[in-house]
C-alpha cells in the first residue's frame, strides 16, 4: 500500500511539474473540529492548522494536486485519574495530537469563466499522527502512519488573474490501524491562491 | 503593500502564528506537575494484612547534586507522618507501632529531594529505627520497588514517599524486602514555602485513591 502511494504521489508530482499548463500554490489557516475516536480522546477544536496546496489543471476543470497539512490538538484534564494495572496516578493530564496529512488530490471546478468557482473532490494518501499525553514529568506518546482520506468542497475567488481566495471544507479520516485509533476531524481552509498560467 | 507579496506575507504571517507552539497550554507552574502516585504489587493480598508498624520519624533524603535542598521543619514531619497514620486507621489498619514484632506490614514515609538519577539509593543507609525488624545489609537500597511498580526511578525533586513492606516476608540478608504498595506524592514539596496543609489533604486524597488499602 505505501508503495502504491508513494507511486501515485510521485506520478502526481513529475505530472504536475513537467506538463504546467495552469497550476495553482495555495497556502492557508487550517482550524478543525475533532469527531470520532479522536474527539473522544480531544474533544477541543483546533485553531492551529496550517496547509499547502499545489494543483494542476488537466483541463479547465479538473485538476491533480497534492497537499500537505499539520493540525495541533490539545486538552488539558485537571485533577484527571489514570488507572492501570496495579495502581493509579491522579494529577493534571495533558493531551497532545499533532496531525500531518500528505495527500494526492483530484479536484473538480466548477464555472471556470467565473470570478466565484466553487469545487469538490478529495485527497487520499497517508497521516502522520503523534499522539502525547503526559501526566507530572511522565510522558507517553504514539507515532502512526495511518492510511486515509479527505473528501472536501470549497470556494475560489478570484481577486486577480494571480491571486485567489480559496475557502473550503474537509473531513478527513484516517483509518485505523493495528496499533493507533481511527483519526477523523472536521477541518476548514481558508487562505491565499497564487495562480500560476 | 503590493498584491504581487501578498503570499509571502501571507506565508509569514500564518507560519509565525502557527509556529507560538506546537505543544500549546502545557504545565506552566510547579504545581502543574504534582503528581500523585498509588501503585500496589498485584501478587500480594491485601486482606491478609491488617496492621501496620509505623516509625514516628520522617526521612529526608537530600541529593547534595539538586539545584535547592528542601528541609521540612519538624512539625511538617509529624503532620505528615501523623496523616499517614491517621489514614490507616480510618481504613481499618491496626497500629501496632508499639508492638512491632506482631505487625503485619511496615509503613515508611520519606521525603526525597532528588534530580533524575536512581543512584543515590545507592550511596544511603538503612533507616535505622526499626530495631529488630532492620535485617538489611548497608547496600540495601530504599525504598525496594519490585520491578512490577511502574515509574520507579524517575524522581524529581521534592517528593514524599510512603512504602508499605509484608513483614512477614522479611528476607534474612541484604535482599530486597517484599514491597506491597508505594504512594508518591510527586512534586508536592517541591517549594522551600511548603504548604504543610496542601501536602496533608495530598495525602488524604492519596489513600482515598488507594482503593487496595480500604
Same mark, same amino acid.
Given at each position: 500500500?505505501k508503495k502504491t502511494?508513494?507511486?501515485?504521489l510521485i ?5 504536475? #511539474? ?6 495553482f ?15 473522544? $480522546? ?7 492548522g ?18 500537505f ?8 484534564l ?11 496516578l ?5 493531551? @497532545?495530537?499533532?496531525t ?12 471556470p ?14 497521516f ?18 495511518? *492510511? ?39 477541518? *476548514? ?9 | ?21 506546537? $505543544? ?6 510547579n504545581?502543574d ?9 498485584p501478587?500480594?493480598? *491485601?486482606?491478609?494484612?491488617?496492621s *501496620? #508498624? ?18 521540612? /521543619?519538624?512539625d ?15 481504613y481499618g ?20 529531594? #532528588? ?9 544511603w ?6 530495631g ?6 548497608q ?7 519490585p520491578n512490577?511498580?511502574? @515509574?520507579?526511578?524517575d ?7 510512603? /512504602?508499605?513492606?509484608?513483614?512477614r ?9 517484599p /514491597?506491597?504498595w508505594i ?21 488524604h ?10
Amino acid at each position: 500500500m505505501k508503495k502504491t502511494l508513494f507511486s501515485l504521489l510521485i506520478t502526481i508530482i513529475t505530472l504536475t #511539474a513537467a506538463n504546467a499548463q495552469e497550476s495553482f500554490f495555495a497556502i492557508y489557516y487550517s482550524p478543525s473540529i475533532p469527531v470520532g475516536q479522536t474527539n473522544s $480522546y480531544i474533544d477541543n477544536s483546533s485553531l492551529r492548522g496550517l496547509g499547502f496546496e499545489h494543483r494542476h489543471y488537466i483541463d479547465a476543470l479538473l485538476t491533480v494536486g497534492i497537499k500537505f497539512g499539520w493540525q495541533v490538538y490539545n486538552k488539558k484534564l485537571p485533577d484527571y485519574i489514570e488507572n492501570f494495572s496495579s495502581g493509579v496516578l491522579y494529577g493534571n493530564q495533558y493531551r @497532545y495530537i499533532n496531525t500531518y496529512p500528505i495527500m494526492a488530490t483530484v479536484h473538480y471546478h466548477l464555472w471556470p469563466e467565473r470570478y466565484f468557482r466553487p469545487y469538490f473532490g478529495g485527497g487520499i494518501g497517508v497521516f502522520n499522527i503523534h499522539r502525547v499525553t503526559e501526566m507530572g514529568l511522565y510522558s507517553s506518546s504514539t507515532r502512526s502512519w495511518n *492510511f486515509g482520506v479527505s473528501p472536501e468542497a470549497g470556494v475560489l475567488y478570484d481577486l486577480t488573474p494571480e491571486f485567489n481566495l480559496l475557502a473550503g471544507i474537509n473531513f478527513d479520516y484516517g483509518f485505523k490501524t493495528k496499533d493507533s485509533d481511527a483519526h477523523s476531524a472536521l477541518s *476548514f481552509k481558508i487562505g491565499i491562491v497564487w495562480v500560476r498560467l | 503593500m503590493r498584491i504581487k507579496n501578498l503570499p509571502i506575507f501571507l506565508f509569514i504571517l500564518i507560519t509565525l502564528g502557527f509556529a507560538q507552539g506546537c $505543544y500549546p497550554e502545557g504545565a506552566e507552574t510547579n504545581s502543574d506537575y504534582d503528581l500523585i502516585i498509588s501503585a500496589y504489587n498485584p501478587g500480594f493480598d *491485601f486482606s491478609s494484612a491488617s496492621s *501496620f #508498624a509505623l516509625p514516628d520519624t520522617l526521612i529526608v533524603l537530600n541529593d547534595t547534586t539538586a539545584s535547592e535542598l528542601i528541609e521540612l /521543619t519538624p512539625d511538617q514531619r509529624v503532620a505528615f507522618v501523623a496523616a499517614v497514620r491517621e489514614n490507616l486507621v480510618s481504613y481499618g489498619w491496626n497500629d501496632s507501632t508499639n508492638a512491632q514484632a506482631e505487625a503485619e506490614t511496615i509503613v515508611l514515609v520519606s521525603a526525597i529531594v #532528588a534530580k533524575y538519577s536512581d543512584n543515590i539509593w545507592d550511596e544511603w543507609k538503612w533507616y535505622e529505627g526499626l530495631g529488630n525488624l532492620q535485617p538489611l545489609g548497608q547496600n540495601s537500597r530504599y525504598p525496594w520497588y519490585p520491578n512490577e511498580f511502574p @515509574y520507579i526511578y524517575d524522581y524529581t525533586i521534592g517528593t514524599l514517599l510512603i /512504602t508499605m513492606i509484608d513483614a512477614r516476608q522479611l528476607p534474612v540478608s541484604g535482599e530486597e524486602p517484599p /514491597t506491597v504498595w508505594i504512594g508518591s506524592l510527586n512534586g508536592i514539596i517541591s517549594s522551600k514555602t511548603i504548604n504543610t496543609s496542601n501536602v496533608v489533604s495530598t495525602i488524604h486524597r492519596l489513600f482515598e485513591l488507594s482503593e487496595n488499602l480500604h
